[in-house]
């Protein structure tokens, strides 16, 4: 039973479009499942998911080694907002935006709930260990990095 005298973290309390910009930044959970480099096919608006992601991405650390700078020198990089967030469906399924998009709750391990951001990195959750970066690989065998949506969970 939740003791009513601590008060409801903001998450619990807002909206996605309710947030301050520090409260919005504070939910990713630093998995950067997000910076895999993702094929849709054109026909059947199907998603492949790669073990490759964008070069930009300190992949020991998980995070853009230049965030304010991202969009410019990746195009294809989204701003994340509450309105195009309902829109991705390529999101992980655990992506703290997606989850409170759809009315639910975080999961154990993000760091708002943890209280550490390794617990994300000790979930498994988190690309560290498992990704190559996209300027390590030619472009021409990027599609032979293609994995099971199983193994990208």
Known sequence: MRDSSVPSPFWQKKSLDQMTPEEWESLCDGCARCCIVKFEDVDTAEIFYTDVV????????????????????????????????????????????????????LEWWHPLVSGTPDSVHRAGISVRGKVFLEKDIPAEEIEDHIIDPGDEE
């Open 54 to 105: 964008c070069s930009l991405l300190d992949i020991e650390r998980c995070q853009c080694s230049d965030y304010p700078h991202r969009h410019q020198l990746v195009p294809t990089c989204l701003v994340l907002n509450p309105d195009i967030i309902k829109q991705l469906n390529w999101m992980p399924e655990t992506c703290a935006y997606r989850l409170l998009a759809q009315g639910k709750k």
